[in-house]
């Protein structure tokens, strides 16, 4: 039975990986590089941000640090962010479904925790999750499983009983290793075969989900 679900961040509660795309690809851009959408989804999408600036070193030979970069990238996204980060369709109406059914809600993040809630508080949605975790939390991001495990932790609710919710291949690997089930709703790019294997079902967007709670693997509570 599932107890609880787990959100994931970006690209699957709120409407971002575009944005970083373009953080990315002007920084890449300044330094020479081309940064295309497809090759941001299939290496970097789900990354904490200190592990894709290293990447981005390592990868393109940048002649800066990875802590300068870092700083690049939060500065340059804090700028786009505060022109506004819409919500995903469906995201509202899946939360308040939860809650009224006494689900546990949890979200788990590479993303830092000031970030992530400031964009939640905006839309008003922060009071819906009972717990989070988020990047100062874990050592290792996805796909190690840490970040859900914790997030299951401070719910108090076995692994087993959570869904979790995410749009990258890491984030399905990640959840996979958890021992949760997961469904991909994808964003920039659909999950290959392999791990649209792994996963218990792939969605076309969040109100998908409340039909999958209804059906065998989960019941709703009254």
């Known amino acids: 039975m599932i107890r609880a679900v787990i959100f994931d961040f970006d690209g699957l ?48 030979g940048l ?24 919500l995903k369709p469906g995201a509202r109406e899946l939360l308040e479904h939860l809650k009224t059914h006494g689900y546990g809600i949890a979200v788990a993040s590479s993303s830092l925790r000031s970030r992530a809630m400031s964009i939640l508080e905006q839309h008003g949605l922060a009071g819906f999750f009972a717990a989070s975790a988020f990047a100062e939390d874990i050592s290792r991001g996805k796909p190690d499983p840490e970040v859900f495990l914790l997030a299951a932790s ?13 749009d990258s291949t890491m984030g399905i690997e990640a959840a996979v290793k958890a021992g949760m089930r ?20 792939v969605a076309d967007g969040l109100n998908d989900v409340i039909g999958f709670l209804f059906g065998p693997e989960g019941a709703d509570r009254a």
């Open 13 to 60: 509660l709120v409407d971002s990986e575009t944005l970083f795309h373009r953080v990315y690809a002007e920084i890449l851009a300044d330094y020479g590089h081309a940064f295309t959408r497809d090759d941001y989804s299939t290496g970097y999408a789900g990354r904490p941000v200190p592990a894709i600036a290293r990447a981005f070193v390592a990868d393109f």
């Open 63 to 86: 002649p800066v640090s990875s802590e300068e970069v870092a700083r690049r990238i939060h500065a340059d996204e804090a700028v786009l962010r505060a022109e506004g980060v819409p």
């Open 154 to 166: 401070r719910l108090g609710i076995d692994p087993s009983e959570c869904l979790v919710l995410e």
């Open 182 to 201: 997961v469904i991909c709703i994808p964003d920039m790019q659909a999950p290959d075969e392999e791990h649209r294997a792994m996963a218990t079902a």
